[in-house]
């Protein structure tokens, strides 16, 4: 019998009829949700390895980290409407088998354009499982108490991913090779797809929303034009015939996405009403410089470790744990300060602290050694962890509490969207390795850069966001 892949496997895969075991629901949507972050930041460890048995260059790496992204980032706001319209509970295995598979296929992968290829398909398994996972807890957990303590368990898990990877990823690397960061993904999904087929009850929403198709490929047509233009400016100019048509082509899709988003109204993909609100536009704007200075500054800073420095998989990724430490250690914390004071101060604070970090990492010279990094790693790390909760929370305080869910999505995919930019940008501005004057320069660059951008954006937090709410008051 026809049907859509999602029907076919509610079908082959019924829902549980024993009563819901909210624990064992969330271990297993914890386990999904650490590898989607876990591969965030395990493939940049990678990278030198993954370069020299493919025969890549440096545009090549940067697909291999934004063949992830991208598709993170295109269908991030669409997999969270399917999960309401098909089941959560569907989506989510479904995201699991297609990770699994793309992860397998990056594991196999024989060539640079194969593990591209393999990382999409990976990217697209971590788009359906995200918002998936916080949905089937959410619903586990009816009691707003106990609902509560289960989203700091898998926040806090997630956190635990960011530094797991660069640490996890040089040591397979070095004990087994690039392969095994992917590989090693196989067994777990394996394990979290039974698991969740055993204890996840079915939910979804009687009322949702529409799913906005010519969004969704209009938001990818200008993610793949806007990343390809920058990558591919980094190898040939920026004057090159393909970038400029890259560019136009991102422009084009820009336009009409701004008309179908209009005329789809509240069914739209991003609803413009929601951008029309200063304070979530500020938020989202915050979360997207904040993730395009990170993570290309992260993606320079590996190739700086390990091809300028000589260091090892391993000792490239212990090197960054005061970088990553602090941000898990301090969110919690961060969560609780933003709820004190509110988000502006936190988030600006958070903005200037990495700022300074990032300028100090944009004086190190090629032979500096680790007395000279730690200081920049340890204030980044902290700025980090004082503005992640705080961009979350000002988005979500922006809108009415109805649209809380949709506000948290559009907030992690301006983070994703802002990544994926990021990497394309900085691996343009440094070029390769090899070259080793080049890109010491344009390393430094980038770290001034996004500690100019950093600063920008706690400039722009300052003027916008409001402060705390005072007692008895409504933010209207």
């Known amino acids: 019998m026809a049907g859509t892949p999602l029907t076919l496997l509610k079908r082959a895969v019924r829902p549980p009829a024993r009563p819901v075991r909210p624990w064992a629901v969330l271990v297993v949507m914890c386990a999904g949700y650490f590898l989607v972050l876990l591969d965030v930041t395990i493939v940049n460890v990678a990278l030198p390895a993954i370069g020299a048995r493919l025969g890549t260059d440096t545009g090549g790496l940067q697909w291999v980290v934004d063949g992830y992204a991208l598709a993170l980032a295109a269908l991030m706001l669409t997999s969270g409407t399917a999960g309401d319209r098909h089941g959560h509970r569907a989506v989510v295995l479904t995201g699991l088998a297609v990770f699994g598979a793309g992860s397998l296929a990056c594991g196999l992968a024989p060539t640079a354009t194969a593990l591209v290829a393999a990382r999409v398909v990976q990217g697209v398994g971590a788009a359906l499982l995200l918002p998936g996972t916080l949905a089937v807890i959410g619903r586990a957990f009816p009691d707003p108490a106990a609902r509560a303590r289960a989203i700091g368990v898998w926040a806090g898990i997630g956190s635990l991913a960011l530094p797991a990877g660069p640490l996890l990823g040089g040591a397979l690397v070095d004990g087994l090779g690039w392969r095994a960061i992917f590989l090693v993904n196989v067994p777990i999904v394996l394990v979290a797809l039974v698991g969740a087929a055993v204890v996840v009850p079915e939910s979804r929403e009687e009322s949702a929303r529409r799913l906005d198709v010519p969004g969704m490929l209009l938001g990818a047509l200008l993610l793949l034009a806007a990343t390809y233009a920058f990558i591919q400016g980094g190898r040939s100019g920026a004057s090159a015939p393909r970038v400029v048509a890259a560019a136009a082509v991102a422009l084009a899709a820009l336009a009409a996405l701004a008309v179908v988003e209009a005329r789809r109204g509240e069914d739209a993909m991003l609803p413009p009403t929601l951008l029309r609100r200063p304070a ?197």
């Open 280 to 476: 979530f536009a500020v938020a989202n704007t915050a979360a997207g410089v904040m993730n395009l200075c990170t993570l290309g500054t992260l993606f320079v800073l590996m190739l700086f470790l390990q091809s300028v420095q000589g260091r090892s998989a391993l000792l490239a990724g212990l090197a960054l744990l005061p970088l990553f430490t602090p941000l898990a250690v301090l969110g919690p914390f961060g969560g609780r300060i933003t709820s004190r004071v509110g988000a502006r101060l936190p988030a600006a604070a958070g903005l200037l602290v990495a700022a300074v970090g990032l300028a100090l990492l944009a004086r190190a010279p090629a032979g500096a050694d680790y007395g000279v990094l730690l200081p920049a790693f340890l204030l980044w790390g902290t700025g980090l962890g004082l503005l992640t909760p705080a961009v979350v929370a000002a988005a979500v305080a922006a809108v009415p509490t109805a649209r809380s869910g949709l506000a948290s999505a559009v907030n992690n995919t301006a983070r994703q969207t802002g990544g994926a930019i990021g990497i394309a940008v900085a691996g343009a501005v440094a070029g390769s390795p090899g070259d080793r004057d080049r890109f010491l320069h344009g390393f430094h660059a980038v770290a001034l850069g996004s500690a100019a951008l950093y600063t920008a954006a706690a400039l722009l937090v300052l003027a916008v966001l409001p402060g705390a709410l005072l007692p008895g008051k409504s933010s209207g």
